[in-house]
């Protein structure tokens, strides 16, 4: 499990046309090279695994002895409306942002791509104007809005709007990624008689699924970790996700907070998406290295 | 096939557009007209919504199952988190969603009847039989010209709490807490001495909420006050309070405050006191139950005294009222009404420890026999709930002037000049 | 950090228009390519329509306006902008504010690229270090500061007593103290968590510097410092520009880490512009001024913003 290198083209070991005495003397900063990326990789991951370890380790967690155990889970999962729940709404929400998310710059980025139509330009710039917004300015308005459309403390209205902050990406990516599938393929089905939903789906799809997958990688760890939009979204303690539940949590125990708890919930939050991304790596750093980063 | 194949996309998409407008208009329309209400008798079989913020969702919990079993209407609960409990109404409000019955923290009810999101009950309250038995306190600070619009619902009183085993370690009498600020620091200097890990005294000092529930009271208690008469000014550098700040300050600076009051946030409040190393600290009623008693720890409650003797509280806690946005406002004074009822209070409130919302119950058996209870309800006629418009704002807030003030007027280099530069800004903040 | 933290990566729309025209271009065929269109991007549109464009021109209306919670809005002018830039809370905050993006982005993007130069070459071990830096990233804002929030507590944290061990203090560490320790424990979380985020967006543009500019370094007979300073810095500029828009467009933005580490204190002063704005709103129930202040860094931002992008397009054209 390693972060693949961000950029195809791996350079040649510089050593290889390197003469002896420089051979040594790379041997000698490769070692301090190791030592430094060793300590380094310490430190980063140390307040994670202290985390995990701390979140089991103790009276608090071991039933009032000294030793391991799982009570600060226990406790975790029976605060308020129940870990379950908190889980099952964050997997609800970055679900539907994802589904959202892909549904719209799939459609978006295949008309962008391979259609020409009046607004076209427009919807495009507007799309990326997004980023150009901070989020304040929206979520007050957002709110009010939401409430005249029925959707206010929503899992559905909150994924709509999470879906709306990962289009600009979203749409960029799946733009590019349709404008690297070469026409003919597309061309040559339309001929055949498909129409163009059919083309998508049968032709151009299996094609573009590595970008969807970064774009469904993306919107699903934005949206699980999202903390504002549910804050200000979501008002019904038993719809909060899990973030927010945490800090409800942190709060709403007063006097006496439980950092074992609080612990716990850190290593279930931070669980789900350490795991997905060792797993996808390779199409998260695509994300990075897909052009869009190239200014 | 090809003419075919481009245009069915696009009818589909139409229809799904036009559903979705149908959708939004029927949602709008559904927005106004109310449902009339029974000119007489019992409004029943109604669904009624009622939001609360989750410091006090056990005992609104209880009232609702009760009420709910009765068959008469639904209510239905949503539990707010505290923190986000004042914007949740904001936004709600902003967007037209309050609920029916809105429950809200005492100090925040002069800003919700400002805003005008209270109906006012004052017709309402006056026709119960025990009208004048309801918390005058809670009552008082629910009133804005003349007009009532929300009955006390859960109450949260500021008590001195001390440790009986530390007294006894350090010679003092276990049934005589100290009787005023002076005495106070007397006893937490002589607890001090102990040594080890144990400190005399514990307050929270970087909690902005928390200084004014358990400072406020000592300078009632003297006969002083902290706020003018409607709220927008206050009275922080005069010398009543001045005198509570200095005799915290006191503590301090002679180290028998615990290090971390300094900076508790209030996180860690009752945690400190439950290790049993504190010798006395003024916090909330509702920790009683909460806190565990041991060989290190053995619980003595009082009132909180003033800097030269008196006792006080601060009646803190919620009240409820009925939103002016409301359209079953009879069923929802129904449940109100109901919960103020002798069977209730003492049902679902005594019965759990939590002190009644009604004065006239103090002597009621059910009171009587349970005897911090009985201590609690004796000191609600002798507390006070402050009221301001912007109450929340400057005080209740992080951000608000009052925790820089009250955390330098104990902690910081000088009082007086920690007076001087924030009064103002309280003042300001008040007056806004 | 915004919640777009990281799709905040793709500021530029290309400036082609990227499809070509049909081999055949017909009237019917146009048409029926132009209704295709539409009916594709529709789902986009209504959603960008509805939940971006209305409310941005809600906000700006909100922030002409009197908004009670409940009752008719009432037209004021420009009272709202008078009283945002009179606030004091506000003010100071912009001051803070500024602050803390100068001192997180200098901290953050020099230590990223360190961290990005020791993983720049493939080598043993420089994969797993890479993931290691990187992991931090992958935690939510909010979840990582609850984390730092319990390390730097005094009753749960390791910190007092590692450093205790080490003979520095007596176990506990006022962490938030005062202003300056309020000020660079955050940062430190801060840099944990975004390092290795910024890490990979410098690694991006380092390897996209060609291995024979290096080897003409190499023989001209510069020594690593001159390397770094006159031939990967230079090449590395649009990148670093790059990181440099987004780290201070996230810091300017900040929220979660100081409402959930400082709670904007000691004696608020750790309040930052976003916190203001979340207060007017919520705490003083003052939609109007918060509209107006959100609209005022809003500005500040797009207006920085095309600045840097501007910038970034003509260093690209002399390329």
């Known amino acids: 499990m390693s972060l693949p290198p961000a950029s195809a083209a791996a350079t040649p070991p510089a050593s290889r046309r390197a003469g002896r005495r420089r051979r040594i003397l790379v041997r000698i900063t490769a070692t301090g090279r190791h030592t430094t990326l060793l300590a380094l990789a310490v430190l980063f991951l140390a307040p994670l695994l202290w985390t995990a370890w701390a979140s089991v380790r103790g009276?608090?967690?071991?039933?009032?002895?000294?030793?391991?155990?799982?009570?600060?889970?226990?406790?975790?999962?029976?605060?308020?409306?129940?870990?379950?729940q908190y889980t099952a709404n964050s997997l609800v929400v970055s679900l539907l942002t994802v589904a959202g998310t892909l549904t719209a710059a799939t459609l978006g980025g295949y008309a962008a791509a391979r259609f020409r139509f009046p607004g076209r330009d427009l919807l495009f710039l507007v799309t990326l104007g997004i980023l150009m917004v901070p989020y304040p300015t929206l979520l007050v308005p957002l709110y009010v809005l939401l409430g005249r459309l029925g959707l206010e403390n929503s899992h559905l209205g909150l994924a709509l709007v999470l879906t709306m902050f990962q289009l600009p990406?979203?749409?960029?990516?799946?733009?590019?990624?349709?404008?690297?599938?070469?026409?003919?393929?597309?061309?040559?089905?339309?001929?055949?008689?498909?129409?163009?939903?059919?083309?998508?789906?049968?032709?151009?799809?299996?094609?573009?699924v590595p970008a969807m997958v970064t774009v469904g990688l993306f919107a699903f760890l934005a949206s699980w970790n999202e903390f504002i939009a549910p804050l200000m979204l979501l008002s019904d303690d038993s719809l909060l996700t899990l973030p927010t539940a945490l800090a409800a949590m942190r709060s709403s125990s007063h006097g006496a907070i439980d950092f074992g708890a609080l612990q716990a919930g850190v290593i279930v939050s931070a669980v789900p998406c350490t795991a997905l991304f060792l797993l996808l790596q390779r199409h998260y750093v695509r994300g990075f290295t897909s052009g869009a980063l190239k200014g | 096939?090809?003419?075919?194949?481009?245009?069915?996309?696009?009818?589909?998409?139409?229809?799904?557009?036009?559903?979705?407008?149908?959708?939004?208009?029927?949602?709008?329309?559904?927005?106004?007209?109310?449902?009339?209400?029974?000119?007489?008798?019992?409004?029943?079989?109604?669904?009624?919504?009622?939001?609360?913020?989750?410091?006090?969702?056990?005992?609104?919990?209880?009232?609702?199952?009760?009420y709910n079993a009765l068959g008469r209407n639904s209510v239905e609960l949503r539990v707010i988190p505290n923190d986000t409990y004042q914007q949740q109404i904001a936004t709600a409000a902003g967007g037209d969603n309050l609920p029916d019955i809105l429950g809200s923290d005492v100090v925040y009810v002069?800003?919700?009847?400002?805003?005008?999101l209270l109906a006012d009950i004052t017709g309402r309250i006056d026709a119960l039989d025990f009208a004048d038995a309801l918390v005058p306190a809670h009552l008082e600070v629910a009133t804005a010209a003349g007009a009532r619009h929300a009955v006390p619902h859960a109450l949260d009183l500021s008590v001195l709490f001390y440790n009986r085993v530390l007294y006894e370690r350090a010679g003092l009498d276990p049934d005589r807490p100290p009787r005023s600020l002076t005495e106070m620091a007397e006893h937490a200097a002589r607890i001090q001495r102990l040594g080890g890990e144990v400190s005399g005294a514990y307050l929270a000092g970087q909690c902005q909420g928390c200084l004014l529930f358990t400072l406020w009271p000592s300078v009632w208690a003297g006969g002083g006050e902290v706020l003018s008469p409607d709220g927008t000014s206050a009275h922080l550098d005069a010398p009543e309070m001045a005198g509570v700040f200095a005799a915290y300050r006191g503590m301090a600076e002679a180290g028998v405050l615990a290090e971390g009051?300094?900076?508790?946030?209030?996180?860690?409040?009752?945690?400190?006191?439950?290790?049993?190393?504190?010798?006395?600290?003024?916090?909330?009623?509702?920790?009683?139950?909460?806190?565990?008693?041991?060989?290190?720890?053995?619980?003595?409650?009082?009132?909180?005294?003033?800097?030269?003797?008196?006792?006080?509280?601060?009646?803190?806690?919620?009240?409820?009222?009925?939103?002016?946005?409301?359209?079953?406002?009879?069923?929802?004074?129904?449940?109100?009404?109901?919960?103020?009822?002798?069977?209730?209070?003492?049902?679902?409130?005594?019965?759990?420890?939590?002190?009644?919302?009604?004065?006239?119950?103090?002597?009621?058996?059910?009171?009587?026999?349970?005897?911090?209870?009985?201590?609690?309800?004796?000191?609600?006629?002798?507390?006070?709930?402050?009221?301001?418009?912007?109450?929340?704002?400057?005080?209740?807030?992080?951000?608000?002037?009052?925790?820089?003030?009250?955390?330098?007027?104990?902690?910081?280099?000088?009082?007086?000049?920690?007076?001087?530069?924030?009064?103002?800004?309280?003042?300001?903040?008040?007056a806004r | 950090?915004?919640?777009?933290?990281?799709?905040?990566?793709?500021?530029?729309?290309?400036?082609?228009?990227?499809?070509?025209?049909?081999?055949?271009?017909?009237?019917?065929?146009?048409?029926?390519?132009?209704?295709?269109?539409?009916?594709?991007?529709?789902?986009?549109?209504?959603?960008?329509?509805?939940?971006?464009v209305v409310p941005v021109g809600l906000a700006g209306w909100m922030s002409l306006h009197d908004w009670p919670l409940l009752g008719a809005p009432a037209f004021s002018g420009g009272r709202n902008y008078a009283l945002a830039v009179q606030d004091r809370l506000f003010v100071e905050a912009v001051v803070f504010t500024l602050k803390y993006t100068a001192v997180t982005t200098v901290v953050l993007l020099t230590l990223s690229l360190g961290l990005a130069l020791l993983v720049q070459r493939p080598g043993r071990g420089v994969g797993l270090a890479r993931t290691a830096f990187f992991q931090p990233a992958v935690v939510g804002l909010a979840v990582a500061s609850l984390l730092w929030y319990v390390i730097f507590s005094d009753e749960a944290g390791p910190l007092g007593p590692l450093l205790?061990?080490?003979?520095?203090?007596?176990?506990?560490?006022?962490?938030?103290?005062?202003?300056?320790?309020?000020?660079?424990?955050?940062?430190?979380?801060?840099?944990?968590?975004?390092?290795?985020?910024?890490?990979?967006?410098?690694?991006?543009?380092?390897?996209?510097?060609?291995?024979?500019?290096?080897?003409?370094?190499?023989?001209?007979?510069a020594g690593w410092w001159r390397t770094l300073r006159h031939v990967t810095l230079p090449l590395l500029r649009p990148t670093l520009?790059?990181?440099?828009?987004?780290?201070?467009?996230?810091?300017?933005?900040?929220?979660?880490?100081?409402?959930?580490?400082?709670?904007?204190?000691?004696?608020?002063?750790?309040?930052?512009?976003?916190?203001t704005v979340y207060r007017q709103a919520f705490t003083l129930l003052d939609v109007g001024v918060a509209a107006a202040m959100s609209v005022l860094v809003a500005l500040v931002l797009v207006v920085g913003n095309v600045v840097q992008l501007s910038i970034l397009r003509e260093r690209g054209d002399r390329r």
């Open chain 2, 261 to 430: 009051s300094r900076r508790e946030s209030g996180a860690t409040w009752i945690t400190a006191f439950q290790t049993g190393n504190i010798g006395v600290a003024p916090m909330s009623s509702t920790f009683l139950g909460r806190i565990e008693e041991g060989e290190r720890l053995r619980i003595g409650v009082a009132p909180i005294p003033g800097a030269d003797g008196g006792a006080s509280t601060f009646v803190g806690g919620d009240v409820v009222g009925i939103t002016s946005t409301s359209r079953h406002p009879e069923a929802a004074w129904d449940f109100i009404s109901w919960t103020l009822g002798e069977e209730a209070q003492l049902s679902v409130l005594a019965a759990n420890s939590d002190v009644p919302a009604r004065t006239d119950l103090a002597d009621a058996p059910r009171v009587r026999a349970n005897e911090r209870l009985r201590t609690m309800s004796e000191l609600v006629p002798l507390g006070r709930t402050p009221r301001a418009v912007e109450f929340g704002a400057t005080f209740n807030d992080p951000q608000g002037p009052w925790l820089t003030l009250a955390h330098n007027a104990v902690f910081g280099p000088d009082l007086a000049a920690a007076l001087a530069a924030n009064d103002p800004l309280v003042d300001a903040s008040l």
């Open chain 3, 164 to 221: 205790a061990a080490l003979g520095i203090g007596d176990g506990t560490v006022d962490w938030f103290g005062t202003p300056g320790a309020a000020l660079w424990s955050t940062v430190l979380m801060i840099t944990w968590r975004f390092a290795g985020f910024y890490m990979l967006v410098l690694l991006t543009g380092l390897q996209a510097i060609p291995d024979d500019v290096y080897e003409a370094a190499r023989v001209d007979g």
């Open chain 1, 59 to 84: 009276p608090r967690a071991a039933g009032g002895a000294e030793g391991v155990g799982l009570d600060n889970y226990r406790r975790l999962a029976e605060y308020g409306a129940g870990l379950p």
């Open chain 1, 169 to 208: 990406f979203a749409l960029f990516m799946m733009r590019n990624a349709f404008d690297g599938v070469p026409r003919d393929l597309d061309e040559a089905a339309l001929i055949d008689g498909c129409g163009p939903v059919r083309t998508l789906v049968r032709v151009l799809i299996p094609v573009v």
């Open chain 2, 110 to 116: 002069q800003k919700f009847i400002e805003q005008g």
């Open chain 3, 1 to 52: 950090m915004p919640p777009t933290a990281s799709p905040a990566l793709f500021p530029a729309p290309p400036e082609t228009a990227r499809s070509r025209p049909s081999p055949r271009p017909g009237a019917g065929r146009r048409a029926r390519e132009a209704r295709t269109g539409i009916v594709l991007s529709l789902p986009l549109a209504a959603v960008v329509a509805v939940l971006f």
């Open chain 3, 241 to 275: 520009a790059l990181a440099l828009t987004l780290c201070v467009t996230g810091s300017l933005l900040a929220f979660e880490q100081f409402v959930l580490l400082t709670s904007g204190g000691p004696d608020n002063s750790t309040v930052t512009v976003v916190m």
């Open chain 2, 1 to 66: 096939m090809n003419e075919r194949g481009s245009r069915r996309p696009w009818r589909r998409a139409a229809a799904a557009l036009a559903a979705l407008l149908a959708t939004l208009l029927v949602t709008a329309a559904t927005g106004c007209g109310a449902a009339p209400e029974p000119a007489d008798g019992r409004p029943t079989g109604h669904t009624l919504t009622m939001w609360t913020r989750a410091a006090t969702e056990a005992q609104t919990r209880r009232f609702i199952d009760a």
